[in-house]
């Protein structure tokens, strides 16, 4: 019978504990480690708890991954004893403190024991982190580095509790953390700080957005969302896409940063958002015409010279959603640029770019169902908006004069009834 056998086999880590002269890397050269470990076994978790032992997890050059690992493990009592101590929460902190670029693998090491602390023990390690002055301005140093923007990015998520995470949020705020940011968006910026900066507002602006649907009825606005919206960070962003030279990589930055346009009543459009970008039209306009220079594409359908490339495909994105905003002053500054008409020129001229077609699809659908309205009890109402009625005119102009357009229109209207 199977019970008459032990088919148990004990861990060869039991055994090496046994030992009185047992060392962290003799523990950490066993397969197996990281199992028990998480699988919570006494002798092994008392061992790793003493000081010498998570100082020595902590080194840059023994083990880093398996240290990472076990010291990631979400042992309760690893958690604690890292929270709790300062000296130890100092040696993990002083690994900011290193010059640039930082080590990646490393950095993410860090980056994952410091998450996890900041998820299990919010309260401590926020004042801890409070409490360094500098802790703001290694992040801005090393937001270049992938883990670091993650490690930021982490400040706002993980903790759940309302009050705590309203509190970080009004710190980093304090801080100048959009202003900081915004600043390295660009041209002139390494391309991964300008890349991770980018990145790290688009974030900001999607966690804020989320929590506004979340918690709709909070007390507290969030003041990065708030600080972000403010007219001269919107203008500065600006300053830096038109620079003296063109950069697409800041383009799209913008167009992903700034999408005025959005379906759901939590998000609402700030004026200062449309008024800084109304100003700017013009600019995005000649961009249409005029993109960064781009090499001859060779395809199998021909050659395309410039092909349409990223910057003008998130310029049409941006004017979609400026369209979606049904804002008159908007609508009007774009029938005087004739924005839609160059739109629907590069609709013909780039037969077999679906990317391109979809937004404009999107920006024909909107105005074809601007101007009416679908009311509670399923009549069709006039929304009585000039500039709708205007745009809405222009681009039926458009297809007097170009009938080919009307085509364009009307293979859209379609999709516009799903709109109205």
Same mark, same amino acid.
């Given at each position: 019978?199977? *019970?008459?056998?032990?088919?148990?086999?004990?861990?060869?880590?039991?055994?090496?504990?046994?030992?009185?002269?047992?060392?962290?890397?003799?523990?950490?050269?066993?397969?197996?480690?990281?199992?028990?470990?998480?699988?919570?076994?006494?002798?092994?978790?008392?061992?790793?708890?003493?000081?010498?032992?998570?100082?020595?997890?902590?080194?840059?050059?023994?083990?880093?991954?398996?240290?990472?690992?076990?010291?990631?493990?979400?042992?309760?009592?690893?958690?604690?004893?890292?929270?709790?101590?300062?000296?130890?929460?100092?040696?993990?902190?002083?690994?900011?403190?290193?010059?640039?670029?930082?080590?990646?693998?490393?950095?993410?090491?860090?980056?994952?024991?410091?998450?996890?602390?900041?998820?299990?023990?919010?309260?401590?390690?926020?004042?801890?982190?409070?409490?360094?002055?500098?802790?703001?301005?290694?992040?801005?140093?090393?937001?270049?580095?992938?883990?670091?923007?993650?490690?930021?990015?982490?400040?706002?998520?993980?903790?759940?509790?309302?009050?705590?995470?309203?509190?970080?949020?009004? *710190?980093?705020?304090?801080?100048?953390?959009?202003?900081?940011?915004?600043?390295?968006?660009?041209?002139?910026?390494?391309?991964?700080?300008?890349?991770?900066?980018?990145?790290?507002?688009?974030?900001?602006?999607?966690?804020?957005?989320?929590?506004?649907?979340?918690?709709?009825?909070?007390?507290?606005?969030?003041?990065?969302?708030?600080?972000?919206?403010?007219?001269?960070?919107?203008?500065?962003?600006?300053?830096?896409?038109?620079?003296?030279?063109?950069?697409?990589?800041?383009?799209?930055?913008?167009?992903?940063?700034?999408?005025?346009?959005?379906?759901?009543?939590?998000?609402?459009?700030?004026?200062?958002?449309?008024?800084?970008?109304?100003?700017?039209?013009?600019?995005?306009?000649?961009?249409?015409?005029?993109?960064?220079?781009?090499?001859?594409?060779?395809?199998? *359908?021909?050659?395309?010279?410039?092909?349409?490339?990223?910057?003008?495909?998130?310029?049409?994105?941006?004017?979609?959603?400026?369209?979606?905003?049904?804002?008159?002053?908007?609508?009007?500054?774009?029938?005087?640029?004739?924005?839609?008409?160059?739109?629907?020129?590069?609709?013909?001229?780039?037969? *077999?770019?679906?990317?391109?077609?979809?937004?404009?699809?999107?920006?024909?659908?909107?105005?074809?169902?601007?101007?009416?309205?679908?009311?509670?009890?399923?009549?069709?109402?006039?929304?009585?908006?000039?500039?709708?009625?205007?745009?809405?005119?222009?681009?039926?102009?458009?297809?007097?004069?170009?009938?080919?357009?009307?085509?364009?229109?009307?293979?859209?209207?379609?999709?516009?009834?799903?709109?109205?």
């Amino acid at each position: 019978m199977f *019970w008459k056998f032990d088919l148990h086999s004990s861990s060869h880590i039991d055994t090496l504990l046994e030992r009185e002269d047992v060392t962290l890397k003799e523990l950490m050269d066993e397969e197996d480690v990281l199992q028990e470990c998480k699988a919570q076994n006494r002798k092994l978790i008392e061992f790793l708890l003493k000081s010498e032992c998570l100082e020595d997890l902590k080194i840059r050059y023994k083990y880093p991954n398996i240290s990472c690992e076990l010291l990631t493990s979400d042992v309760s009592q690893i958690n604690d004893r890292l929270g709790e101590e300062e000296s130890l929460l100092m040696k993990l902190y002083s690994f900011l403190l290193n010059e640039s670029p930082l080590n990646p693998l490393l950095a993410s090491f860090f980056s994952k024991v410091l998450s996890i602390l900041i998820s299990r023990k919010p309260e401590q390690i926020v004042d801890f982190l409070k409490k360094k002055q500098d802790f703001v301005d290694l992040i801005i140093k090393h937001i270049g580095t992938s883990a670091i923007m993650d490690l930021l990015l982490r400040l706002l998520t993980c903790i759940e509790p309302p009050q705590p995470r309203q509190e970080v949020l009004n *710190w980093l705020n304090e801080e100048r953390i959009i202003q900081r940011l915004v600043e390295i968006v660009h041209p002139s910026q390494d391309e991964d700080r300008h890349s991770n900066a980018s990145q790290s507002l688009c974030e900001i602006i999607r966690l804020s957005r989320d929590q506004m649907l979340q918690v709709q009825n909070s007390s507290e606005p969030d003041p990065l969302l708030a600080t972000l919206e403010k007219q001269e960070i919107i203008e500065q962003l600006l300053s830096n896409i038109f620079h003296k030279e063109k950069n697409e990589s800041a383009i799209v930055t913008f167009s992903s940063i700034c999408p005025p346009g959005m379906s759901h009543s939590a998000y609402s459009v700030n004026k200062s958002v449309l008024e800084a970008i109304k100003a700017r039209l013009a600019s995005f306009h000649e961009l249409l015409l005029e993109p960064p220079k781009k090499s001859v594409m060779k395809t199998t *359908w021909g050659v395309l010279d410039p092909p349409v490339g990223n910057t003008r495909l998130n310029v049409i994105r941006l004017i979609s959603s400026l369209l979606q905003t049904n804002t008159n002053s908007v609508n009007l500054e774009l029938i005087e640029l004739t924005s839609i008409g160059v739109i629907l020129d590069m609709f013909f001229k780039y037969t *077999w770019n679906n990317f391109l077609h979809t937004q404009v699809e999107i920006c024909i659908a909107l105005i074809l169902a601007s101007p009416f309205e679908s009311t509670e009890n399923g009549t069709i109402t006039d929304q009585d908006s000039a500039g709708d009625n205007l745009l809405l005119k222009h681009v039926s102009c458009a297809s007097v004069y170009n009938p080919i357009y009307s085509l364009c229109a009307y293979s859209c209207s379609s999709q516009s009834k799903l709109l109205v």
